[in-house]
């Protein structure tokens, strides 16, 4: 079963704009990670949020996570056409029970030149 | 450094029949996790191999396999192939701890097709 779910499902903006994606899971957690992917460079690592960090930042990505809520959020500022892909969060639950990292089923961006 | 590489990039095959993917991770990382993708289930684990050993799998049935050799290039074997079995697997190779997965450096998957 999905450990992480995205929302929204899909997002369309206009380039320029900030983009906020939000992912909710359901156990305890070693660290969640954000990956996007897209037809031309496969499934990339964005970030890893550990479980005792509350933000993170990495150009112009910023990541909260807030384990009281077990719900983390990308933000991408200022979106360029080749934001355009789809964002996948993953939860590391290792020995809470969930084996492997678990993918949420991912949330389309759409970015309009 | 070369990156993930996964052969062959796709892959048709009839039900019944059975198929091996390779995978060979980024020079000096240990761990190989495979994953498969489909539009129905999105991402699944299926297994991750780390010095040879197999160190946790997914809720997948027997008929998914896998096998590390002592260069850490990995392969994964599916036997009885159903149509169900059709999706985009990928390989991801890390310097994953024994306590948590670290970063996943994915490779550009194995297209199969069951007909």
């Known amino acids: 079963s999905q450990q992480g779910e995205e929302d929204p499902q899909a997002l369309s903006i206009q380039e320029g704009e900030n983009a906020t994606m939000n992912c909710s899971y359901k156990?305890?957690?070693?660290?969640l990670q954000w990956y996007r992917q897209n037809s031309g460079r496969g499934l990339v690592h964005l970030i890893l949020?550990?479980?005792?960090?509350r933000e993170k930042h990495s150009g112009r990505l910023r990541v909260t996570l807030d384990t009281s809520k077990k719900s983390s959020s990308l933000l991408i500022t200022a979106s360029r056409a080749a934001d355009t892909a789809s964002y996948f969060c993953?939860?590391?639950?290792?020995?809470?029970?969930?084996?492997?990292?678990?993918f949420g089923k991912g949330t389309h961006l759409i970015i309009q030149p | 450094k070369a990156g993930v590489t996964q052969t062959p990039r796709y892959l048709i095959k009839t039900r019944g029949q059975q198929v091996t993917l390779s995978c060979s991770p980024i020079?000096?990382?240990?761990?190989v996790s495979w994953y498969q993708q489909t539009p129905g289930q999105g991402l699944q684990f299926l297994f991750e191999?780390?010095?040879?050993?197999?160190?946790n799998k997914g809720n997948f049935p027997g008929r998914f396999s896998g096998r590390q050799f002592s260069n850490s290039r990995s392969e994964m074997n599916v036997s009885t192939l159903e149509l169900g079995d059709s999706a985009l697997y990928l390989c991801?190779?890390?310097?994953?701890?024994?306590?948590?997965?670290?970063?996943?450096?994915f490779g550009p998957g194995t297209r199969l097709t069951v007909l």
């Open positions: 156990t305890s957690i070693n660290n």
């Open positions: 993953a939860t590391d639950a290792r020995g809470g029970g969930a084996d492997g990292l678990t």
């Open positions: 991801a190779s890390s310097f994953s701890s024994a306590s948590s997965y670290n970063e996943q450096f």
């Open positions: 949020i550990r479980s005792n960090e």
């Open positions: 020079s000096g990382h240990r761990s």
């Open positions: 191999y780390f010095s040879e050993t197999q160190r």
